[in-house]
């Protein structure tokens, strides 16, 4: 511990702008954003095609490699990685795939080399994690209402394993990691991986996968670069894998021991998950990307009332399934981009799905991002916007009919109350990071010029916010609805995030991210303070120190 505290206190002494962005660690989903940055500075010549719909540690080597000139050595990138993060007094984790969302210091350890000999594909690039895990804050839910916690449980944490403390012990684990096995050729490429994959346009947050939770292993069908057509180009992806469930519970369970019927127990079986991803670029509108994505998870070894499997295509098996329709337009000449990602849970988003019923559980995630090259384009400045709703737009959605008092029902977007683990994958969030009925806005301005940048990241979260009117709003009140208005649970983070390139292929970078958690968990004591403001005895504030640093052979940037 005396050596890492050296090493962090040398590079705040070295680097003392602290720093923010998407996500100050170096994983190639995050690298992506400059390939994407190359393409919106006017790619001419058309260099790179990709939607940036489908991205992945695979999908960043494929494009790296169109920049290396050294198309036939056998070894084509080898990396290695260190990544720290410390919190304060929150478990706040974000898009760190196998990091885990914790209270005090964790490290990760990453080490790969891609090799490409013919038609075979291997990337072995696995990963070790420690985890200080130090307990967090007694909580006791809602002193004023005995329910509380009950109603949490029966509508959220009976639904979905979305956890913020896995155990009380220091976590040491090792990963596959970003690693795959597999067959490629010039336009498709078949495998085995454990990497993380992130599918949708947006840069914070996407509503079927991103790599918010750790990796898990998967068969995968890609194409390796848009295949064209007479109608323009087309781009896939197509997986069929193993979802973790993890064996630790719910750490404020403890508060439903002294009720027996309150205890959650939840099918342990194998589930398994498989999802497609179709994106087009139509011939007659350049530079537009249109996509469908679906994903469904089920329990692998239910059978039929006669005691049989249920086959693959099987659509009476219980099984939780989640879409969306997802659109990209970049705008080379402007160096710009617009995006947006629209979608329901539960149900395959055809498009007439979303008129036929009178109030539709609709998400969205809408974004805009905006480059001004300054220096003949040897550096930019870089503006990102993003808005995500996952909170449901009608609260008629959420209470049980006549029953206002009874706690919610377990509709809000990944809750799922017949696979009890929800769209998760060892106690994380495959899907957007705000979680259930959650909805965020998002700021980044940056200065960038290659891998180095200065940038500056404001965010609004509102955690959901289904939840909390399931429990301080009566929409049967006086014939039109009453409630408190001062306890939703916003969260405000600031981050500032400097990213150095002090020698060829060696990426530094760091960030301190502040966070203020207001009526944290949804509670608030009084303090004396003026009804619509902060209560100092159920706000929280949190400080999160990030440090990455990353050696990346052929860091090729344009």
């Known amino acids: 511990?005396?050596?890492?505290?050296?090493?962090?206190?040398?590079?705040?002494?070295?680097?003392?702008?602290?720093?923010?962005?998407?996500?100050?660690?170096?994983?190639?989903?995050?690298?992506?954003?400059?390939?994407?940055?190359?393409?919106?500075?006017?790619?001419?010549?058309?260099?790179?095609?990709?939607?940036?719909?489908?991205?992945?540690?695979?999908?960043?080597?494929?494009?790296?490699?169109?920049?290396?000139?050294?198309?036939?050595?056998?070894?084509?990138?080898?990396?290695?990685?260190?990544?720290?993060?410390?919190?304060?007094?929150?478990?706040?984790?974000?898009?760190?795939?196998?990091?885990?969302?914790?209270?005090?210091?964790?490290?990760?350890?990453?080490?790969?080399?891609?090799?490409?000999?013919?038609?075979?594909?291997?990337?072995?690039?696995?990963?070790?994690?420690?985890?200080?895990?130090?307990?967090?804050?007694?909580?006791?839910?809602?002193?004023?209402?005995g329910n509380f916690m009950f109603k949490y449980f029966g509508m959220v944490a009976n639904n979905i394993d979305h956890f913020r403390q896995f155990g009380y012990d220091r976590i040491d684990t090792t990963s596959f990691g970003q690693s795959r096995i597999g067959i490629k050729t010039n336009f498709l490429t078949f495998g085995y991986s454990a990497?993380?994959?992130?599918?949708?346009?947006?840069?914070?947050n996407s509503l079927i996968f991103t790599n918010n939770a750790g990796g898990f292993r998967h068969y995968y069908l890609n194409t390796v670069k848009p295949i064209k057509s007479s109608i323009g180009n087309f781009e896939f992806s197509a997986i069929a894998g193993i979802l973790d469930t993890t064996w630790f519970t719910d750490i404020d369970q403890e508060l439903l021991n002294v009720c027996q019927p309150c205890k959650v127990f939840k099918n342990l079986d194998q589930r398994r998950i498989d999802a497609i991803t179709i994106?087009?670029?139509?011939?007659?509108?350049?530079?537009?990307?249109?996509?469908?994505?679906?994903?469904?998870?089920?329990?692998?070894?239910?059978?039929?009332?006669?005691?049989l499997p249920y086959s693959f295509f099987s659509k009476d098996r219980i099984q939780q399934n989640i879409g969306s329709f997802m659109f990209r337009f970049s705008m080379p000449k402007d160096h710009a981009e617009?995006?947006?990602?629209?979608?329901?849970?539960?149900?395959?988003?055809?498009?007439?799905?979303?008129?036929?019923?009178?109030?539709?559980?609709?998400?969205?995630?809408?974004?805009?991002?905006?480059?001004?090259?300054?220096?003949?384009?040897?550096?930019?400045f870089n503006l990102n916007l993003e808005f995500t709703q996952l909170q449901l737009m009608n609260p008629k959605n959420i209470f049980n009919l006549g029953y206002p008092f009874a706690g919610?029902?377990?509709?809000?977007?990944?809750?799922?109350?017949?696979?009890?683990?929800?769209?998760?994958?060892?106690?994380q969030l495959l899907g957007a990071f705000i979680g259930p009925g959650s909805n965020s806005q998002s700021f980044s301005f940056s200065w960038n010029k290659g891998y180095n940048k200065i940038g500056l990241f404001v965010e609004r979260i509102?955690?959901?916010?289904?939840?909390?009117?399931?429990?301080?709003?009566?929409?049967?009140?006086?014939?039109?609805?009453?409630?408190?208005?001062?306890?939703?649970?916003?969260?405000?983070?600031?981050?500032?995030?400097?990213?150095?390139?002090?020698?060829?292929?060696?990426?530094?970078?760091?960030g301190f991210v502040n966070t203020n958690a207001m009526n944290y968990r949804w509670i608030r004591y009084e303090d004396g303070s003026l009804y619509d403001e902060p209560s100092s005895l159920t706000d929280k504030f949190n400080q999160q120190f990030q440090l990455s640093i990353k050696y990346l052979l052929h860091a090729v940037i344009k």
């Open 279 to 307: 994106n087009w670029s139509p011939k007659w509108v350049p530079n537009l990307y249109l996509g469908y994505a679906f994903s469904r998870q089920y329990y692998a070894n239910q059978k039929n009332e006669f005691g």
């Open 462 to 510: 509102a955690h959901n916010n289904d939840f909390y009117y399931s429990v301080y709003y009566n929409p049967f009140a006086s014939g039109f609805g009453y409630g408190y208005y001062n306890r939703y649970w916003v969260d405000i983070n600031t981050k500032l995030e400097f990213q150095l390139m002090p020698i060829k292929n060696i990426l530094l970078s760091t």
């Open 195 to 204: 990497e993380n994959i992130w599918w949708g346009p947006g840069k914070r």
């Open 408 to 427: 919610g029902k377990a509709n809000s977007w990944y809750l799922n109350k017949n696979i009890k683990q929800g769209y998760s994958n060892n106690g």
């Open 1 to 145: 511990m005396v050596k890492k505290d050296i090493l962090i206190r040398l590079i705040l002494f070295l680097f003392p702008i602290p720093i923010f962005s998407q996500n100050t660690f170096l994983d190639e989903i995050h690298l992506m954003d400059y390939q994407k940055t190359f393409q919106l500075k006017d790619d001419s010549t058309k260099k790179i095609e990709n939607s940036f719909m489908i991205r992945s540690t695979s999908s960043f080597q494929n494009i790296q490699n169109i920049f290396n000139k050294k198309t036939k050595n056998i070894i084509k990138s080898i990396k290695f990685g260190y990544d720290f993060q410390n919190n304060s007094l929150l478990p706040q984790s974000i898009n760190d795939g196998l990091m885990y969302p914790a209270r005090g210091w964790q490290e990760r350890y990453s080490i790969g080399i891609n090799l490409q000999w013919g038609i075979l594909d291997i990337n072995y690039q696995p990963e070790k994690l420690l985890v200080q895990n130090i307990p967090q804050e007694y909580y006791a839910g809602n002193p004023e209402d």
């Open 338 to 380: 617009f995006y947006g990602e629209i979608g329901l849970p539960d149900v395959a988003p055809y498009p007439w799905k979303f008129f036929k019923d009178k109030n539709p559980r609709t998400g969205y995630v809408f974004g805009a991002t905006k480059l001004v090259l300054i220096n003949k384009g040897k550096s930019y």
